[in-house]
């Protein structure tokens, strides 16, 4: 299923690759730093601010556990300073829902909205995690009594995931939402649901828990890493690649404790 590689280092296509950035060099980097960075100070000391933000991506890398049967992350440099090119790139291959990803209805829907079409308020704003590493390894609605205020659309849960969500092996016997607890959290207005492993259902049975949040035109975030976020009140900023008719895409995922986010 996945492209074959190059040798080592991506030698062989090298060449090409040259070629094309002869014809625009440079061109890339110079259009996001335009569009992203108008005023970019050139002395890192006149940041205004420490970073309040907490990262809970996972990197991505070749550490990285893949789901049973999908392809695993993989990167291949294609430059190299090192070896004389005038710049270092790189090509990457990966399952949509390898590491920290989003899940959009197309996943288990045909014809449900895909990853990039989903509406980004659902993915922005604010967000609550909370512990549940006592409960599992299926999470049950009365796990989460008590513990979901009405009104929360965007919900991440920490569980006994985090002990291995960084390990190369696959665990499958992860902590996981029920059938009834997902279809709880829905029916309560939950759209956006995260875990802290690959999946927010039941290695065995993923159909039903998937089909609760999705069905309801959720998204659900999975391999999400919290081992940074106490249980709280936060902002959300979650980015899926906008990979076109996809029903997963790795996503960048940011949380500001609500406090910060309001001051
Ligand atoms: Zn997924």
């Not at 985090?162 to 009834?180: K, M, P, V």
Request: glycine share 10%; hydrophobic share 40%.
């Amino acid at each position: 299923m996945m492209a074959p590689h190059g040798g080592a280092g991506g030698r062989p296509c090298g060449a090409a690759v040259r070629d094309r950035h002869a014809r625009a060099p440079r061109c890339t980097a110079r259009i996001i730093r335009d569009a992203t960075l108008p005023a970019q100070p050139s002395d890192s000391t006149a940041r205004e601010e420490p970073m309040d933000w907490i990262d809970a991506t996972l990197p991505l890398n070749a550490a990285l556990a893949a789901w049973p049967g999908d392809d695993p992350f993989a990167y291949r440099e294609t430059l190299t300073l090192r070896a004389g090119d005038d710049s270092n790139c790189a090509s990457i291959a990966l399952g949509v829902h390898c590491g920290t990803h989003l899940d959009a209805p197309y996943h288990y829907i045909d014809g449900g909205t895909t990853v990039d079409r989903i509406d980004p308020e659902l993915l922005i704003g604010p967000c609550l995690v909370i512990d549940l590493r006592d409960a599992g390894p299926r999470i049950a609605r009365a796990d989460l009594a008590g513990k979901v205020p009405p009104g929360t659309r965007r919900l991440l849960v920490k569980t006994r995931n985090g002990a291995f969500l960084r390990d190369r092996a696959f665990h499958e016997d992860y902590t996981a939402f029920s059938q009834e607890a997902a279809e709880w959290l829905a029916a309560r207005g939950v759209r956006l649901l995260g875990i802290d492993y690959f999946s927010i259902a039941p290695f065995d049975d993923p159909r039903p828990v998937h089909l609760a949040i999705l069905g309801a035109g959720g998204a659900a975030l999975e391999g999400v890493d919290l081992a940074g976020a106490a249980p709280g009140a936060y902002e959300i900023i979650c980015l899926p690649l906008r990979i076109e008719g996809s029903g997963g895409a790795p996503a960048r995922v940011l949380l500001r404790r609500a406090a910060a986010a309001a001051s």
